[in-house]
């Protein structure tokens, strides 16, 4: 068991973890990659670096730092977050259990561009199975995705249906996890989403169509506004909502970072992370 377990190993992540660690508070870090870090070739703008540092590095020194402490970080994709007791944390690796959640996973930057996809939200296409999936019961379903996410979303799905198909969009699937084995794999490309009212059909780029009832997209990984979601977590937009201790409205369920907007810049993200890990050390104290 966990007091801490932090999603996301970012600069809000990290900076967050160096301060729940020299709290004596049992911490632990998940994440996939870097984010957007990673793609940062140069930062110059950041305090104490006067010939710039690559976000690679950067990260990688921020994580470094945090396991010097006693701090564990597991690089795994963070599928879903349970509240019952205590939170459940599954990965693609595993399960754990904590007293207190922080999402940092930043803006997802996965954006499905399948023509006609976007004028179908909220009639037929969804971003969310948990909240969802029960409103399609028995119905044809086809989740968009190629990797562990969609797999998770899958699951959650043959609840209410056993007429699911995942398409790729001409990408190879990467999940670690096979598929249920009721669900249909195609790995075409897909031209378009068409329909009236509400979505009806997808038609894949040899010309062929697909007719369904509801598309749910799964596409690359969870991001913090997705588990927001699921979590009953209030957004605005594509932003958490948290108060000025960085709390949302789920009792032990903070957010830091660019997840929760405002000036994307590393130097906020990790002056978010080390305010909300004071405030979680207080809470955790009581």
């Known amino acids: 068991m966990y007091d801490i377990i932090i999603i996301g190993k970012g600069p809000a992540g990290i900076s967050a973890a160096l301060y729940t660690v020299r709290a004596n508070l049992k911490t632990l870090v998940l994440g996939s990659g870097i984010g957007g870090l ?30 010097t402490l006693g701090c564990d970080v597991l690089d795994e994709e963070v599928l879903s977050v349970i509240k019952d007791n205590f939170f459940t944390v599954r990965t693609n690796k595993g399960e754990y259990e904590g007293k207190q959640i922080l999402l940092t996973t930043g803006k997802s930057r996965v954006k499905t561009k399948i023509k006609g996809i976007d004028e179908f939200l909220g009639k037929g296409v969804s971003m969310c199975a948990v909240c969802d999936g029960f409103f399609y019961r028995g119905k044809r379903l ?38 249920p084995q009721s669900v249909k794999i195609d790995t075409r490309t897909i031209a378009e989403v068409t329909g009236n009212a509400k979505v009806e059909r997808l038609v894949f780029g040899d010309g062929d169509t697909l007719e369904l009832d509801g598309i749910f997209i799964a596409e690359g990984t969870a991001s913090a506004f997705d588990f927001a979601v699921k979590m009953g977590i209030l957004t605005e937009g594509t932003n958490i909502v948290v108060d000025e201790n960085f709390k949302t409205n789920v009792d032990g369920v903070f957010a830091a970072g660019d997840c929760i907007g405002g000036f994307l810049q590393v130097s906020k993200a990790v002056a978010d992370g080390a305010l909300a890990a004071r405030m979680m050390i207080k809470n955790a104290r009581k």
């Open 142 to 179: 086809v989740v968009l995705g190629n990797a562990n996410y969609a797999i998770s979303e899958t699951d959650e799905l043959t609840r209410f249906s056993q007429d699911i198909t995942i398409c790729t969009n001409g990408r190879e699937p990467e999940w670690e996890n096979a598929a």
């Open 38 to 67: 990673e793609n940062a070739e140069k930062i110059d703008n950041y305090y104490g670096f006067p010939e710039g540092i690559s976000g690679k590095e950067l990260q990688q020194r921020g994580v470094e730092q945090v396991q």
